[in-house]
């Protein structure tokens, strides 16, 4: 009888545990989720801002416009 009795009291102490537990588990889950979000959402701006400056070429220098042509 007293095997059962401290295995009753034993439970009812710990699912008390184990359901707070679960609780915090699903708040960080949806914090890592909302992290990853926020990752690919700045590597999709970074590989956006990479495109469009490797796209424009440097302007190329032409003679007349170079005032140290002759120095050179």
Known sequence: ???LAIAA????LAVP????????KAEQ????EQKKK????I???????????T???PAKKTDSS????SLR
């Open 55 to 57: 796209r424009e070429q």
């Open 1 to 3: 009888m007293r095997v």
């Open 9 to 12: 009291i034993t439970t009812s």
């Open 17 to 24: 545990a184990f359901a707070a537990e679960d609780h915090s």
């Open 66 to 69: 170079d005032p140290w042509r």
């Open 43 to 53: 590597e999709r701006a970074y590989k956006d801002a990479l495109k469009r400056t």
């Open 29 to 32: 889950y949806r914090f890592e």
């Open 38 to 41: 926020d990752d690919e959402e």
